[in-house]
């Protein structure tokens, strides 16, 4: 008689197993797909891509700018006098020597301080004059009374003495006697006191002439000044070269010290140019920079470098060193290449768009054979118009991409057709 077999335990179970494996298995790929691209391998049309191939060779650590001509010094019009421009006797663009008249100006206003000061000035003479002469008047009185008080002093002084003579022999009285002597201690008192007030009235006159005078100085040193006032309302250039601007018109009237214009130094030229604000650390006055032009280098160094910063961009100028291209003109653009450091060997990259996208931090590289390309992760340093530095993660002879990455910079590797 047949049996009827029962199934082990846990049978259900283990029969789904490699179902549910396969599902869990799917689930992952799905999942990891959803995460990122990183272990999949996106084909690429070879024509689409930029190869370069790493270099070990000299590294020439500069930066390419481009810059504009311009004067070695740029002196700007302001007048000390305002007023109203009556004649311009410059025009933009013309050649002026130091001390020519650029522009004449009007200034009514000017013209009656000038005569008010002058005016000023004839009334303290006037009473400058009438003083001394009241002052001299005084003087000569003085000296009469002190002459009249010196005589009768003297008169006093023979009757006192006769008296005492004659009370000496009894042929006078005691009581006359010394009234006669007391009289002439009395006027040589007064002769004493009043030479005293004589000689304090001659040192207040001297003092009060001189501050007469030194008053009346300034005040001649002051019409001096007014009228140079006038004599500036000749706007005239500081320097010798060419009106490069002149912004008035005739009737305009003009402010003390608004700007009208400039004068441009032609003597010498700089080069002024802006540059990327990421070498504003590298770049300092005394480094050396070269230009070509019509196949001749010409060697200027930095003279000044603005810290300003505008729009990612700062200012540096430079001259020459030395001999300096001719028939150069305000304006001209030129390109320079500014040495940051010295040149040594190093393994090079040349530049290309993947920068941009990695910002330096990995590149793909080219298997052996060129079909596929794998992501590695490199240091670069330094860079110049044409390579980059690369201090860890190539080697000399191996090939990379250097265009864009922005279509494939989820991706691990590279499937080149």
């Known amino acids: 008689m047949d049996r009827k077999l029962e199934k082990p335990r846990g049978y259900r179970l283990r029969k789904w197993w490699p179902l549910a494996a396969a599902v869990a298995a799917v689930a992952g790929a799905v999942l990891w797909l959803a995460v990122g691209n990183h272990s999949a391998t996106l084909r690429v049309p070879k024509e689409e891509l930029t190869l370069s191939t790493v270099s070990r060779a000299e590294f020439k650590d500069y930066v390419r700018t481009s810059g504009q001509v311009m004067p070695i010094q740029v002196v700007q019009i302001a007048p000390e006098e305002g007023g109203i421009v009556m004649e311009k006797v410059a025009e933009e663009g013309a050649s002026v020597r130091r001390g020519d008249v650029i522009v004449r100006l009007s200034n009514a206003n000017l013209d009656l301080q000038i005569l008010n000061a002058e ?156 540059v990327d604000e990421h070498y504003i650390e590298r770049l300092r006055q005394g480094l050396f920079a070269t230009m070509e032009r019509e196949g001749q280098r010409y060697t200027l160094r930095v003279r000044k470098v603005y810290p300003e910063v505008r729009e990612g961009k700062f200012r540096v100028d430079f001259v020459f060193d030395g001999e300096r291209p001719e028939q150069m003109r305000s304006g001209q653009t030129f390109y320079l290449n500014v040495e940051l450091g010295q040149s040594e060997e190093a393994v090079l990259v040349p530049r290309g768009t993947f920068f941009q996208t990695t910002g330096g931090q990995w590149i793909f590289v080219l298997s052996k054979d060129g079909s596929r390309a794998y992501r590695r992760n490199i240091r670069i340093g330094r860079q110049n118009p044409r390579y980059y530095e690369v201090l860890e993660g190539l080697s000399e002879g191996e090939q990379v991409i250097t265009s864009g990455y922005e279509a494939y910079k989820d991706y691990e590797r590279l499937e080149i057709k």
């Open 119 to 274: 005016a000023e000035l004839a009334e303290k003479q006037n009473m400058l004059r009438n003083t001394q002469v009241a002052m001299e008047q005084d003087r000569l009185n003085n000296l009469t009374e002190e002459a009249q008080l010196d005589m009768d002093t003297e008169r006093k002084r023979r009757t006192k003495e006769q008296n005492e003579r004659l009370y000496a022999e009894r042929l006078l009285s005691q009581e006359d006697y010394v009234q006669s002597r007391e009289d002439w201690e009395l006027a040589e008192r007064k002769r004493r006191l009043v030479s005293q007030r004589l000689r304090q009235d001659s040192i207040y006159r001297s003092v009060q002439m001189d501050q007469m005078e030194d008053n009346l100085a300034n005040m001649r040193r002051n019409v001096v000044l007014v009228r140079q006032r006038k004599e500036k309302l000749e706007v005239r250039a500081t320097i010798d070269g060419e009106l490069g601007l002149l912004d008035v018109e005739l009737g305009q009237s003009i402010q003390p010290g608004m700007k009208i214009g400039q004068i441009n130094d032609l003597r010498d030229f700089k080069i002024q140019a802006l």
